[in-house]
């Protein structure tokens, strides 16, 4: 087996693993990077990317129904599911290869197969053997389904995208990000939707108001909750798969969808043969700085189950880089990671949650208002959007900001830069309100709500 030497070889080319890489590479290092599906991981080919495409194609149908009240006729539009799957997939490709040129360009060696670490500075892809000065491990995670009789009849996100026809009758199991954003996918593009899920509302871990909001607006675009029940068997009906819930309720569906949570991909990748220590469910442990339990073999991003997001995996492959190649001592911060669910109404959220923040804190206040967006009124649509900013009462800094309705992740998104920096509500306050819009509501909150 011809060996190879690297100063840095990154196992897994996904937005944590190709930025490292690119980083390390720019400050001089030589690495390599190895892929075992397409270069891009989960958020470019089969998460973020392909589901925010999905969802701007189902939003179409509100946009039509809401036209007419603005004077527009228009003929019953058509929907060809091939055809935006056939669409989703040229942009995926697209993206796929620019990742590959950016890689290229940085003097990346990119090698197609999986990685598996066979000592702690060797890492075996096919017939090769990379030795390596520093391995990262940015694997990222896959989707976790129940272990019930008849799981295989059911489909998680990444067979989603690629189904070869819309599904009419669909049930999605789970109430987090993935369950939420793909009944609204399916709803919108016109399929009826049910969504299963085993507590008491959709969210865990929002803010109240937050999941109360979404809730209902999903309510409202006719998806069916069934709560405190998951699937406890799936059977194939000759007409589509029969669920039976652990209330003994039966149903039958053309497509399950299980949005069941993700677990870090680390089975059979050689931690052991390093000796990686790893905690529960695989998920690799890791300190400030990126650094497993091993001293020259660090992981970031969905393997160590930190905060699972693309962005929190790009800075920690960022500091990471720069922290070992680039002479800048970088630790990862996870404070006030802002993040938006696309589910339809959409959220975003920045800081604590007023749950949170009264556990946390002395003394609260909260600002809160319902608006209905300027939108929707002429288009005859009542449903409302909210606002709300959790407040601390000693300092009057904003700890939190919460946004349900049209644009919320573009409105959180530049609130996130203030929550951050630390302003108090008396700087909301005295900024002026860009008119008309929904982000303006955020700086005229004045009255704050009764405990
Ligand atoms: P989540 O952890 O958000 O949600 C999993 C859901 O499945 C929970 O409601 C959980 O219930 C439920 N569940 C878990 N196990 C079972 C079971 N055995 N039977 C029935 N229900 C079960 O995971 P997702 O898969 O939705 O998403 C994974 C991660 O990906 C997210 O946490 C997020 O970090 C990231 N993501 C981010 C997005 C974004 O930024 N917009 C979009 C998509 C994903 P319970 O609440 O009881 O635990």
Known sequence: MASERYDLVVIGAGSGGVRAARIAAGHGARVAICEESRVGGTCVIRGCVPKKLLVYASQFSEAFADAAGYGWTLDSPQFSWPALIAAKDREIDRLNSIYIKLLENAGVDLIMGRGRLVAADRVAVDDRELVAEKILIAVGG?????????????????????LESQPDRVLIVGGGYIAVEFAGIFAGLGSRVELAYRRERILRGFDEDVRKAVESGMAGRGIAFRYHVAPARLEQADRGIEVTFSDDSRAEFDCVMMATGRAPYTWDLGLEAAGVTTAEQGRIQVDHFSRTS?????????????????????????????????GIERPVDHDNVPSAVFSQPPVATVGLSEEQAREELARVQVFWSTFTPMKYTVAGRSEKGMMKLVVDAETDRVVGCHVVGPDAPEIVQGFAVAVRAGLTKKDFDRTIGIHPTAAEELVTLRQAVED
């Not at 896959?142 to 690629?162: C, K, N, Y």
């Open 294 to 326: 091993v001293d020259n073999i660090y992981a970031v991003g969905d393997v160590t189950d930190r905060v699972n997001l693309t962005p929190v995996a790009l800075m920690e492959g960022h500091a990471l880089a720069d922290t070992l190649f680039g």
């Open 142 to 162: 896959r989707p976790q389904v129940p272990d019930i009789p008849g799981a295989e009849l059911a489909i998680t996100s990444d067979e989603a995208f690629d």
